[in-house]
């Protein structure tokens, strides 16, 4: 009997060790990345082309299914095989639209994004808050957005808002021709931060390569505290139009970009609405026609310019901004006729002049008014080799019986 027991005591032991555990919550079960494949799921991935039904080789099913899982996404790339041949390439017959996430990571290989419609946008980002976003290429020769950031759902927090994320993006090819051609004329939007409906604020943007668009970088609405990268802006209408719509909200944003039209005529390199933003540019020799040009909303701006091999357009209607270039046009820059005695005359360029004095005339008194900080008085006349410095937006007011001559020098 003793026998017996220890015998059905062993077999209970070896059954409860045989037994299989209790499966772990679905969440749980794998913790690792969705994957996308260029042949999925046929060859492993989760999703790709293979997916049943998919108009968007499958990124679509999966990011719905990153939402539902609450997991990371993986894209797969893949090298070209040779010049010009294909490597990963992933196509799209629709919008692909990327819901709210927080606290989600969007990562992959170096692959090609191809949204095969003429119109529209390829590429559309709801809310996201504490998110890493990274893209491959993607191509659309749309008149839409290539890329697209516009906030309209409300996330956990009860804000709609792209807010905290890190997003990295290869190139956006819009719908114009890839080399310069003569003739050659961008078409639809490269990247589009449209804080519309909610803000854009508070994100490191990379985008190495906007390309063949009417307008490379398009920024409207609310937009604010980014800092954004676009290393080879080049073979579009405008490289950057950023905050000069009206109603914009443009503000303390950082921007550098290397800018290079390649020949399309009348190209304009930056746009600059908004305020208190710094701007780091570099324009390519070849560019000659309008570098910057600052909107009507524009105010206290800062712009350093690796170089200004063309003009400035200045509609600023308070004309406080700043450019400060390393080869600065110096004498070259217009010299306005003296005002009457007893008027003002504000410094309407975006550099800091100094007023040269060639000739002291019959000055009483004069009166230096700094933009928007207050002004100061002095009594007794110029001299001739004086030097009065105007910032952006001052202004002088000279009470004379005979005119000065004055010749100004931009600073840099």
Same mark, same amino acid.
């Given at each position: 009997?003793?026998?017996?027991?220890?015998? @059905?005591?062993? @077999?209970?032991?070896?059954?409860?060790?045989?037994? /299989?555990?209790?499966?772990?919550?679905?969440?749980?079960?794998?913790?690792?990345?969705?994957?996308? *494949?260029?042949?999925? %799921?046929?060859?492993?991935?989760? #999703?790709?082309?293979?997916?049943?039904?998919?108009?968007?080789?499958?990124?679509?099913?999966?990011?719905?299914?990153?939402?539902?899982?609450?997991?990371?996404?993986?894209?797969?790339?893949?090298?070209?095989?040779?010049?010009?041949?294909?490597?990963?390439?992933? #196509?799209?017959?629709?919008?692909?639209?990327?819901?709210?996430?927080?606290?989600?990571? @969007?990562?992959?290989?170096?692959?090609?994004?191809?949204?095969?419609?003429?119109?529209?946008?390829?590429?559309?980002?709801?809310?996201?808050? &504490?998110?890493?976003?990274? +893209?491959?290429?993607?191509?659309?020769?749309?008149?839409?957005?290539?890329?697209?950031? !516009?906030?309209?759902?409300?996330?956990?927090?009860?804000? &709609?808002?792209?807010?905290?994320?890190?997003?990295?993006?290869?190139?956006?090819?819009?719908?114009? !021709?890839?080399?310069?051609?003569?003739?050659?004329?961008?078409?639809?939007?490269?990247?589009?931060?449209?804080?519309?409906?909610?803000?854009?604020?508070?994100?490191?943007?990379?985008?190495?390569?906007?390309?063949?668009?009417?307008?490379?970088?398009?920024?409207?609405?609310?937009?604010?505290?980014?800092?954004?990268?676009?290393?080879?802006?080049?073979?579009?209408?405008?490289? @950057?139009?950023?905050?000069?719509?009206?109603?914009?909200? #443009?503000?303390?944003?950082?921007?550098?970009?290397?800018?290079?039209?390649?020949?399309? $005529?009348?190209?304009?390199?930056?746009?600059?609405?908004? /305020?208190?933003?710094?701007?780091? +540019?570099?324009?390519? %020799?070849?560019? !000659?026609?309008?570098?910057?040009?600052? $909107?009507?909303?524009?105010?206290?701006?800062?712009? *350093?310019? +690796?170089?200004?091999?063309?003009?400035?357009?200045?509609?600023?209607?308070?004309?406080?901004?700043?450019?400060?270039?390393?080869?600065? %046009?110096? #004498?070259?820059?217009?010299?306005?006729?003296?005002?009457?005695?007893?008027?003002?005359?504000?410094?309407?360029?975006?550099?800091?002049? /100094? $007023?040269?004095?060639? /000739?002291?005339?019959?000055? !009483?008194?004069?009166?230096?008014? $700094?933009?928007?900080?207050?002004?100061?008085?002095?009594?007794?006349? +110029?001299?001739?080799?004086?030097?009065?410095?105007?910032?952006?937006?001052?202004?002088?007011?000279?009470?004379?019986?005979?005119?000065?001559?004055?010749?100004?020098?931009?600073?840099?």
């Amino acid at each position: 009997m003793n026998r017996l027991r220890v015998i @059905l005591a062993l @077999l209970c032991v070896c059954g409860a060790a045989l037994a /299989e555990p209790a499966a772990p919550p679905a969440a749980l079960r794998n913790p690792a990345y969705i994957v996308v *494949t260029p042949g999925g %799921p046929a060859d492993g991935g989760d #999703f790709g082309p293979a997916t049943p039904g998919t108009r968007t080789s499958g990124i679509q099913e999966a990011l719905n299914a990153a939402k539902v899982q609450r997991r990371d996404l993986y894209i797969a790339g893949g090298a070209m095989p040779g010049a010009f041949a294909n490597g990963a390439v992933y #196509f799209i017959q629709e919008t692909l639209r990327v819901p709210w996430f927080q606290d989600f990571r @969007l990562d992959g290989g170096e692959y090609v994004i191809q949204y095969t419609p003429d119109t529209g946008d390829a590429v559309v980002f709801d809310s996201l808050m &504490s998110c890493h976003i990274k +893209l491959g290429l993607i191509v659309a020769q749309t008149d839409g957005a290539v890329i697209h950031f !516009k906030p309209e759902t409300k996330g956990p927090d009860n804000f &709609s808002v792209i807010t905290a994320s890190v997003f990295e993006f290869n190139a956006a090819v819009g719908g114009g !021709k890839v080399f310069p051609e003569v003739g050659n004329r961008g078409r639809g939007i490269g990247l589009w931060l449209d804080g519309a409906d909610g803000p854009v604020l508070n994100n490191r943007i990379s985008l190495v390569e906007p390309i063949a668009c009417d307008k490379a970088v398009y920024a409207t609405g609310q937009v604010l505290n980014n800092h954004m990268q676009f290393v080879f802006t080049h073979l579009s209408n405008t490289a @950057l139009d950023l905050g000069s719509e009206p109603g914009s909200t #443009f503000q303390r944003n950082r921007v550098s970009a290397s800018m290079d039209s390649q020949g399309i $005529a009348g190209a304009v390199g930056a746009v600059i609405g908004g /305020e208190n933003n710094l701007f780091d +540019l570099d324009f390519s %020799p070849g560019d !000659k026609g309008v570098n910057i040009r600052f $909107a009507a909303n524009a105010r206290a701006n800062r712009v *350093t310019a +690796l170089n200004l091999p063309g003009k400035i357009e200045n509609l600023a209607e308070t004309p406080t901004n700043l450019v400060l270039a390393n080869a600065g %046009p110096g #004498f070259s820059v217009e010299t306005p006729a003296v005002p009457a005695s007893g008027e003002s005359l504000t410094n309407r360029q975006p550099f800091v002049v /100094e $007023a040269l004095i060639t /000739e002291p005339g019959e000055v !009483k008194a004069w009166t230096l008014v $700094a933009a928007g900080t207050g002004e100061q008085s002095f009594s007794g006349p +110029l001299h001739t080799g004086q030097s009065i410095r105007l910032e952006p937006g001052d202004s002088l007011r000279l009470d004379h019986g005979k005119a000065p001559a004055w010749r100004w020098r931009a600073l840099r």
